[in-house]
């Protein structure tokens, strides 16, 4: 067998593939141009969010290559249901990076309600902004999760440490079993939460799923965090609710555009972010790379 790695993997990743016996190419800064000449000589391909498989690029591979696998989680930078009808198995890894996302999700929670950004931004700056930068605990807080799956569960676990009430809300689960979640509708958890995490693909009905109505719908005193997918967010509705203070704050580990270009939301005091790190947590990286070996192990 032989497999093309066209995004970093862990290296001991790499090399337990190639104690399976498999002839492993890595080009891990190849482009769709270079790709497309290769492709076709190889019986399996792994990406991660980088490298986007659309359908040109299948219709090349169709015939050689047997399956895709995903390092991670999303699927939105493939299409995998072409590749799918083309006879191109598609594949995820969707537990391995669960936790560190959820993680980061917090993380970001604390970073906005306790203004751990600005705060050393202004020492930095030889400030001592102590009275000013009060902020609130996360346990007196109602957070809304968008997406019950994995991540969104896994999420709402770990605020619930803290003491915050959790709702959530996923038009595909009228429950979740073992917690005490409460099921809202949307518009419910849009009006309810002090904070609002989203755990949701990127398709064509989560587009823009919260846009300028969903963002009014908010309280003004109230902060978004999206480690899940970029286009999810209506990213112009966001800055101009941001700039007019419509809710208080936001804070973004992914983006319609990565990197992004002219990003507007990087002048506003009242927005943190970070380079898509859902991810990039040595832990789930490895476990993404332990999750690949055993899904190309199955296709020995």
């Known amino acids: 067998m032989k497999v093309l790695i066209c995004d970093a993997l862990a290296k001991d990743s790499v090399d337990g593939l190639k104690g399976l016996g498999v002839e492993v190419v890595e080009n891990t800064s190849i482009e769709k141009e270079e790709l497309a000449g290769i492709i076709a000589d190889f019986d399996g391909v792994i990406v991660r969010s980088r490298t986007k498989i659309r359908k040109d690029l299948i219709d090349i591979a169709a015939g050689s290559v047997k399956f895709i696998i995903r390092a991670?989680?999303?699927?939105?930078?493939?299409?995998?249901?072409?590749?799918?009808?083309?006879?191109?198995?598609?594949?995820?890894?969707?537990?391995?990076?669960?936790?560190?996302?959820?993680?980061?999700?917090?993380?970001?929670?604390?970073?906005?309600?306790?203004?751990?950004?600005?705060?050393?931004?202004?020492?930095?700056?030889?400030?001592?902004?102590?009275?000013?930068?009060?902020?609130?605990?996360?346990?007196?807080?109602?957070?809304?999760?968008?997406?019950?799956?994995?991540?969104?569960?896994?999420?709402?676990?770990?605020?619930?440490?803290?003491?915050?009430?959790?709702?959530?809300?996923?038009?595909?689960?009228?429950?979740?079993?073992?917690?005490?979640?409460?099921?809202?509708?949307?518009?419910?958890?849009?009006?309810?939460?002090?904070?609002?995490?989203?755990?949701?693909?990127?398709?064509?009905?989560?587009?823009?799923?919260?846009?300028?109505?969903?963002?009014?719908?908010?309280?003004?005193?109230?902060?978004?965090?999206?480690?899940?997918?970029?286009?999810?967010?209506?990213?112009?509705?966001?800055?101009?609710?941001?700039?007019?203070?419509?809710?208080r704050g936001a804070a973004l580990d992914v983006f319609e555009e990565e990197p992004p270009t002219d990003l507007k939301l990087m002048e506003l005091d009242n927005f943190i972010c970070t380079p898509h790190l859902g991810a990039q947590a040595v832990e789930s990286s490895n476990r993404v790379g332990e999750e690949v070996v055993k899904k190309v192990k199955s296709k020995l």
């Open 72 to 247: 991670g989680v999303g699927l939105d930078n493939i299409d995998a249901e072409y590749a799918r009808e083309k006879g191109i198995e598609v594949i995820n890894t969707p537990e391995a990076s669960t936790n560190g996302v959820a993680e980061l999700a917090v993380a970001h929670m604390l970073a906005l309600l306790r203004h751990i950004p600005k705060a050393t931004a202004s020492m930095k700056e030889g400030k001592w902004p102590k009275k000013e930068l009060k902020g609130n605990e996360l346990g007196s807080c109602t957070v809304g999760i968008i997406g019950l799956g994995r991540i969104g569960r896994r999420t709402a676990q770990l605020v619930k440490c803290f003491g915050a009430s959790v709702i959530g809300y996923d038009p595909y689960v009228e429950e979740v079993q073992g917690t005490d979640i409460k099921i809202v509708d949307l518009d419910e958890l849009l009006t309810s939460s002090d904070i609002i995490s989203l755990h949701l693909p990127h398709t064509d009905e989560t587009h823009h799923l919260i846009g300028r109505k969903e963002l009014g719908k908010m309280k003004n005193t109230s902060y978004l965090v999206n480690c899940a997918r970029g286009g999810v967010i209506d990213e112009n509705a966001l800055y101009n609710a941001l700039k007019g203070g419509e809710i």
